[in-house]
């Protein structure tokens, strides 16, 4: 009790401070969970995605957060890293992976400085920091390129600190595998991303059939409140690590 409540408290500052962040588009959840399958209640897992603004149920017990930290975003000029937590909680018994969300790939050596310097501060302030997840949509053709970049953040990045990525169901089924062997001594995890927006992708199960020989330690996650069934032998997957839920923001009644 002890261990989820110092948890939970820490959640609830990071709710309460942070700038406001673009939601996920409203969708209805009911009509896609009688499609293909019950709704996910996050209270059946302990590892969850938390953006700035998003404040967890009281109940839910944590072991493992990743929480969206800043960002790189397209504009004109150098790459610059931007921070979207103004406070910095000390959350000593979860284990964080700081998600830094981007949409380019020329970031410099001083960008890369700058985000290892946010990290530092996490962990100075008592955090147990398993390490950096990069938010990026990578196409599936481009996953040589994306390689590449991955390489040169491993290279910024200091041990034992680990790397994590997200990634698209669709590398399952047409990503090139020797591209995907190639990221294995670079990358730690793929989080595999079922959803967009509020609503589960139709048609999963068709893609984690071809998970059999995929390269990768991975996750899956979820959206909360998103339709999803295990497929039948997803649990049985050497690489499979487990589930993340993302967190929704409570929609308000007016």
């Given amino acids: 009790m002890k261990h989820r409540a110092i948890i939970l408290a820490g959640l609830a500052l990071l709710s309460a401070c942070n700038r406001q962040q673009p939601t996920p588009a409203p969708t209805k959840p009911a009509k896609a969970a009688k499609a293909q ?44 890293f931007t921070r979207l937590r103004a406070g910095l909680p000390r959350l000593p018994d979860a284990q964080l992976w700081l998600v830094v969300r981007i949409d380019r790939l020329d970031l410099s050596p001083r960008t890369w400085a700058v985000i290892v310097a946010d990290m530092e501060r996490w962990q100075a302030a008592g955090n147990h920091l398993a390490g950096l997840q990069i938010d990026f949509d990578a196409a ?7 390689g590449a970049f991955l390489a040169d953040a491993r290279s910024h990045l200091p041990r034992p600190w680990r790397l994590s990525i997200t990634g698209l169901m669709d590398w399952s089924a047409n990503g090139d595998p020797a591209a995907l062997a190639r990221l294995k001594p670079v990358i730690d995890e793929v989080v595999v991303q079922t959803y967009q927006g509020r609503t589960t992708i139709p048609g999963y199960d068709a893609y984690f059939r071809k998970m059999a020989h995929f390269p990768l330690p991975f996750r899956v996650a979820l959206a909360e409140g998103g339709a999803w069934t295990p497929p039948p032998d997803l649990a049985r997957e050497p690489q499979f690590k487990g589930y993340v839920v993302f967190l929704m923001p409570k929609q308000i009644r007016r």
């Fill in 37 to 80: 399958g019950p709704a996910v209640d996050p209270h059946g897992f302990d590892a969850f995605y938390v953006w700035p603004g998003v404040r967890p149920a009281a109940d839910l017990t944590a072991h493992t957060l990743y929480l969206l930290d800043g960002e790189v975003r397209r504009r004109p000029g150098p790459a610059r």
């Fill in 140 to 146: 599936t053709q481009g996953l040589d390129r994306y």
